[in-house]
């Protein structure tokens, strides 16, 4: 069982990494917080696959819990959904102390732990990660948030869960496609601090694709630690953890202009990611070859390097309502070489532009 401490003082808390840890989840969450009424929160992908075992492993370690299992996708990450979790909540009769545990992909994370921070000002929670990207990124950290029309992760806050517990055997059981759009977010910490794990991630990419176990528990782990490092030093992005968002910034443009429909996050990212490299090498920031290993990563993964439908004026539109643009002006994060990025505002929407319609 590895063990990374994201050390944020008195809201300091583990993410615990093993394979097969499931049954284990009670056990675990006893060792922070004492038996009390409980939500384990899911979704009905979720709830047949995983539901019941966790349920069982919090009953057998004295809480009094309850499932509850949401229909869910990122269109219905909103606060219509987050009055439906209320709900279940009064219905459980939950206090100020009693436990949320989120169990299953980002979505279902970011709005439990959103619901966690609001209900009576804030109950504990624990995220209980179940999809790569989950597990990689959105369960640590704190960031929880519902989608507004306008814009993604709109309305939310900061709020630290008690705990993170990753079972990487929960991966067996998910579709391709969310693996691979899961690997661009690990892709991420490779590009954004550590060009070793980038060597990594290339040279092991059909061990990790072949859902080899020592694999992927490798690349969540190497994940979390560099997630939890920059977390430690910027818990509510006032400088260095924007660099997470790397990539993210013309992603999540591509998501809202399609209604959170067309893409998954982490397929629009990468195009993000291919976007900003684009950029950095038109300012002179970056040479080729950062715009080319990840071309090449990401085709090996399948990935789609542009979109060719939107109008690149609409996107740089939806630009300015990114949450990192302050006083009109945009912020991005780009690359100079593999395992480096800068966080820069000076970029032209001309240069924008041309790496939008670039081929
Ligand atoms: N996903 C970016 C962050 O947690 O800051």
Do not use: W
Request: charged share 25%; aromatic share 6%.
């Amino acid at each position: 069982m590895k063990e990374i401490l994201v050390d944020l003082g008195k809201d300091s808390y583990n993410i615990i990494v093993d394979k097969g840890i499931l049954d284990q989840v009670g056990t675990l969450i006893s060792k922070v917080i004492s038996p009390r009424k409980a939500i384990v929160v899911t979704d009905n992908i979720v709830e047949p696959l995983y539901g019941k075992i966790v349920l069982d492993s919090l009953s057998e370690c004295k809480f009094d819990v309850k499932l509850v299992s949401l229909a869910l996708g990122e269109e219905q990450k909103t606060l219509a959904k987050a009055e439906e979790l209320y709900e279940h909540l009064f219905d459980h009769e939950m206090d100020r102390k009693s436990l949320i545990v989120a169990l299953g992909g980002g979505v279902l994370g970011d709005l439990a732990g959103f619901v966690a921070a609001t209900f009576m000002r804030g109950i504990p929670f624990v995220q209980v990660p179940t999809t790569l990207l989950a597990q990689v990124d959105s369960s640590v950290g704190g960031k929880v948030a519902v989608n507004h029309p306008r814009g993604k992760n709109m309305i939310g806050c900061f709020y630290q869960p008690k705990a993170v517990i990753i079972d990487t055997e929960t991966l067996r059981t998910l579709p391709k496609a969310e693996i691979t759009a899961g690997m661009v977010e690990v892709m991420k910490y490779g590009m954004i601090k550590d060009a070793t794990f980038f060597e990594y991630i290339d040279k092991h990419l059909s061990q990790i694709l072949n859902l080899d176990s020592d694999a992927l528990e490798e690349i969540v782990y190497n994940s979390c630690k560099t997630k939890a490092q920059v977390v430690e030093l910027d818990e509510t992005e006032q400088g260095i953890r924007a660099i997470l968002n790397y990539g993210h910034t013309i992603g999540h443009a591509l998501e809202a202009l399609t209604s959170y429909k067309k893409y998954r996050h982490g397929d629009a990212v990468a195009m993000g990611m291919i976007y900003v490299s684009k950029i950095a090498i038109e300012m002179g920031l970056a040479d080729e070859t950062v715009l080319k290993r990840q071309v090449s990563l990401f085709s090996k993964l399948g990935l789609s390097l542009k979109d060719t439908e939107l109008d690149p004026h609409d996107i740089v539109r939806k630009l300015y309502q990114d949450k990192k643009t302050i006083a009109g002006k945009l912020r991005f994060v780009l690359p100079t070489r593999i395992g480096n990025v800068i966080i820069d505002d000076s970029v032209t929407e001309q240069t924008i532009l041309n790496a939008l319609i670039s081929d």
